[in-house]
């Protein structure tokens, strides 16, 4: 199926009015209101000022409710090769190899929750470890940083008691 839109659609969805009228512009104005407007030829228009990829990543909110599940396994798809590229916690992997089997089918939109839940947890965990872990280091070096000034000051004092002592 390929996912489409219609100009009617762009409009209920609130379609950047600018944006919208280079779409018209460029379909022509024989171009009906309901006649479907297939994404990719949303990334084909050349027009001055038109900003193909985003207009063709925000139409797939205004795509007909037949088309939405397709549409979750597109959005999906693009997730995971935004998402794949970035190293973190197994739940993280976990989380794009569910968004990659929701894509083709494999997995529900429940699974993409869960472990989109689970990575979240995961993240944030490791970075609360991240947060303690600053914490105490600066911690550390402003107690290093205190032994250093004493140690400094004790020193100098010696230092002068025995500079009084020549």
Avoid at 57 to 86: K, T
Wanted: hydrophobic share 50%; glycine share 4%.
């Amino acid at each position: 199926m390929l996912l489409s839109t219609t100009l009617k659609l762009c409009r209920e969805h609130h379609a950047c009015k600018g944006q919208y009228a280079l779409l018209v512009q460029a379909l022509g104005p024989d171009w009906g209101d309901d006649q479907l407007i297939p994404l990719t030829l949303l990334l084909d228009l050349q027009a001055e000022g038109w900003t193909a990829t985003s207009n063709a990543i925000w139409a797939l909110r205004a795509v007909p409710a037949e088309q939405a599940e397709a549409r979750d396994r597109v959005a999906a798809s693009w997730c995971v090769d935004m998402l794949g590229a970035i190293p973190g916690p197994p739940e993280h992997t976990r989380a794009v190899q569910v968004l990659r089997a929701f894509a083709s089918g494999l997995a529900t939109i429940e699974d993409v929750q869960k472990a989109v839940r689970d990575a979240w947890a995961a993240w944030a965990a490791r970075d609360a470890r991240a947060a303690r872990d600053a914490w105490a280091a600066r911690a550390a070096r402003d107690a290093r940083a205190a032994r250093d000034a004493r140690d400094a000051s004790v020193l100098r004092f010696l230092l002068e008691m025995e500079a009084g002592n020549d």
